[in-house]
């Protein structure tokens, strides 16, 4: 059995810090949630302000499909895209199965609901709050978007953390779509798979122990940033 | 703030690469489906350098079951498929999905069980006496429970053993539907015997308190071979460069390389190209 603190204390001593490929496995992590998460983001705010905004015929059922994919499993995810993009699905002709691609594509799947839906009950409940103003003030609800948007901002940086927790942290879509390819596709997640399959407990801890930090870091600055923004606009 | 926050994204994505970037770097490439053991013993870290500087071609490894692998390969996924399954092979070939099976080499399988050893069989050689013995007194078995070449092999050697394993197994036979990797953590953790390969075992770091119970029996031989995808079912297979990985890996020089594959001074595969039997 390896000992935990053992584990521990020699955490620093065990991560590949001298590697390029660990750094490799860093970037690529960061550039594929970042990638998914920005561009789930940028559909997914004004949708998700559409929703809370707009009225027609079947929206609170809409409503009620997109927070239950907040909780779609990952694995369901993957085998969806990964249906898709196989050779033998519809859009196999463009071989991006097993590229970083096609993880961006399963991960943008999986932020893309809670983005929307997050997005959505924030601005519902500053629209309930401030709708007697906007409209007084001659805006009618679809130019009223980008003033709630605006005015919501420091929330909705918790629904894209929200997103980028889920996708930094997500192995069970990449390790389908991406088959966890050396130098191509291995992420911190699925090299802590496999490394864990190895039988490699100290190193598949350390770079989880990476994992958190950066995941740390990440929220840090978020909120630094959006505590810094909120002090300047007063 | 939100066009900021959008901004910062497109220009977190711009500085960290365009997506398609490293895809047109690295245009001369080719997919393996593979199995987690020729990945997680560390021969493909040892031998495709060798070949990807000698020929200029990158190879891509998707590590499988042997069966998760054959299926990547029926759905047009994957160039070259490497795995070690002779049966679930030739049903490939049959299907047209290759046209040729080329043996590559060989390692052995062992069953590895506690140190305390309960089924008392450790240092036996008679893998289908050990079996029945660990049926008949319920000792927990992990099987990989992932139709990879291990466990067809594992299966196989039960019907060896002249056990049916549909009508005897309970609660001490556990399916985990995981690599070779995970059924050695776990058959760890539960004190029970499991199959393995012989080059993940050796290559393994959490033995804790496992140890080779059963080797050296025949009936426990693992034979890997190599397909090219048929170009004829998929176009978008690249016939050329996967060939030339084939045709590198039974030729002199790579069955040489593969023999020198060694961890803790222990030969893992056993190159064996010209065996006709193979």
Known sequence: MVDSTMMLSS????LPVRDPAFFDI???????????????????????AALALGRFPGRPIL????????????????????LLLSRSGPLGQFGLLFSPAAMMVAQFGLVLPIIIALSRQTIEDL???????LT?????RLRAIPTLLWDARFSLVTSLLAGLGRAFAEVGA??????????????MTTAIALETSKGDLPLALGLGAVLMALTLVINALAFAVSRLGARFAG | MLRRLITTAVFAAAVLGPVTGPVQAEDRFITVASTTSTQDSGLFGYILPIFEAKTGIKVKVVAQGTGQALDTGRRGDADVVFVHARAAELKFLGEGFSTKRSPVMYNDFVVVGPKSDPAGIAGSKDVAAALKTIAEKKIPFVSRGDKSGTHMAELALWKVAGLDLASIR???????????GATLNTAGAMLGYALSDRATWIAFKNKGDLQIAVEGDKRLFNQYGVMLVNPAKFPSVKAADGQAFIDWLVSAEGQKVISEYKIEGQQLFFPNANDPNG
């Open chain 1, 11 to 14: 955490l620093w001593d065990l």
């Open chain 1, 26 to 48: 860093i970037l690529l992590s960061l550039k594929v949630t970042l990638t998914a998460v920005g561009a789930a983001g940028l559909i997914g705010l004004p949708v998700g």
């Open chain 1, 63 to 82: 409503i009620v499909i997109i927070n239950a994919f907040m909780g779609l499993p990952p694995v369901v995810a993957g085998l969806a895209v990964f």
């Open chain 1, 127 to 133: 629209w309930l709050e401030y709708r007697e103003q």
């Open chain 1, 136 to 140: 007084s003030m001659g805006a009618g």
């Open chain 1, 174 to 187: 990449i390790l389908i779509v991406g088959g966890n390819v050396a130098g191509f596709t291995r992420t």
């Open chain 2, 170 to 180: 309970g609660e001490w036979y556990r399916e985990i539907g995981q690599g070779m």
